[in-house]
């Protein structure tokens, strides 16, 4: 905490003191907000904290200080500043499209690599020189630095408020939720709402870019790690397109938003999206079997993705369709090719790192492959996980072209996994949760909180990890799929979208009463709150009958 006192001006009775994290006890006037204390502890770099957290929660600087409280204040290099962060440029982007194009809808769609993605509704294309506008506009804003101001309204207010800005969507949503009360961001006279919080300033997102990406725009930032540096964007093509793919089937069905799902779960229209959800996932599974089968080079089929993607059930369903080919694979646990415990990687923190690419006896896995594709017979090797070490199986296996090899682990489409074995004789396939579904136009749904949803649900209901343990491994798990599979999406032959657009409300009835178990004496708590109010947005699914027993879902909520 720090032994520092930064003393007040001037110190008078109805001053307090709080304690702030790396700097020490701070004296501060009794009326002071966060932003008042963050001004004091860190002067003229104070605009580098977005947010605080107290007592285990995150709150939004203009909240009042407490007394004697311990204050740490969130920069960039934090999950919750970063996100702030982001929301904040978002409304600046959106506050500078709508100067520009009064009469069209921005939407803020999602994470393309380090930048977010966001396009006009209606099929309106940016052209280079709107960009060059809009950039413009955003540093005026930001040159501004105009207060952006959180107020509550009743419910009958904010929908008042949102027709008047030209916000259906909102509109739409709240009325579908019917809330008492509406959270509203004010800036000047432009009106919006945001899940989560923002900077109390516009001025606290001075470091941004935009970058042309037909028919939209690329809105880049900087990174925890990036120094206040925009890094330089990679493009991700493939990913861009199965997204694209996906926002393209949601407008057609209008399930673009969660108010249309809400509307369809009211209606008891429900079903109908159930089913043709399901029978999208088994089209595209079943055309990625006819991919690989067309095609009598491939024998290895490596599947990867990061956590709760639904890789398992991915895999079991197309082995099904291959088997409809008249294939029969094989299927090989990498978790089998694991060296010996004494043998393995340590991180960081001298931890093994299961997750690294040398925990796995690569050698042995390709020469293994190797003699499988020439035809010798092979006895498979089975982990003890009890005693760390490798065994003999006594399970021996040979195969020919009707016979392909299905590999599934996070390290499938790093090349150094199969490097014996020749690209032709590969097909890559990448599994991820890539929602189409948004809360309404300017906010999205994180795919990386799909699947910390489905993984808590899945945890407790499978594993016997309570939600503690889930969101302890979580941050590492992240990192983990930063380091091991991020970098070789690209690789992939072809990418499939497990998201399945109605999951969360299902997911709900499961995720809330784990989430509510978190109280404000857990380091998680702010975790814990943020998806509890990210949840109540979705109205519930009960029944659960029409969700099919090969569903990927099912790999999460189980039943039948």
Known sequence: MGNNIIKGVGFMSNNMRVYVEGVGEVEIASEATL???????????HKDYLGARVK??????????EENSYIKFLDLKTEDGYRIYTRTISLVFI???????????????????NGLYAEFAAGKTLGYSDIIRIREKMRDIIDKDLAINRETVSYEEALSIFEDQGHRDKVRLFKTLKREQVQIYRVGDYVDSFHGYLAPSTGYVEY??????????????????SNKRIPEFKEQKKLAKVFREANKWAEILDLSFVSSLNEKIHNGEIEDVIKISEALHEKKIAKIADMICEDDDINVILIAGPSSSGKTTFANRLAVHLKVNGKMPIAISLDDYFVDR?????????????????AIDLE?????LLKLLEGEEVELPRFNFITGKRERSGVKVRVDKEHPIILEGIHGLNPKLTTYIPDKNKFKIYVSALTQLNIDAHNRISTTDTRLIRRIVRDNKFRGNDVFKTLQMWRGVVEGEGINIFPYQEEADIMFNSALVYELSVLKKYAIPLLEKVDNNSTYYSESIRLLKFLKYFEPIEDERAIPANSILREFIGGI
């Open 342 to 358: 004494e043998k393995t990687p340590l991180n960081d923190k001298g931890e093994y790192d299961f997750e690294s690419i040398e």
């Open 95 to 113: 506050m500078a499209c709508k100067e520009l194009f009064p009469r069209d809808t921005v939407t803020i769609e999602q994470f393309l690599g």
């Open 364 to 368: 042995k896995l390709n020469e293994d």
């Open 56 to 65: 285990n929660r995150v709150h939004h600087l203009k909240r009042k200080a």
């Open 35 to 45: 932003e008042d204390v963050c001004q004091k502890a860190f002067g003229n770099k």
């Open 208 to 225: 941004f870019d935009l970058k042309y990406y037909h028919p939209g725009v690329i809105i880049l930032f900087p990174t925890g790690d």
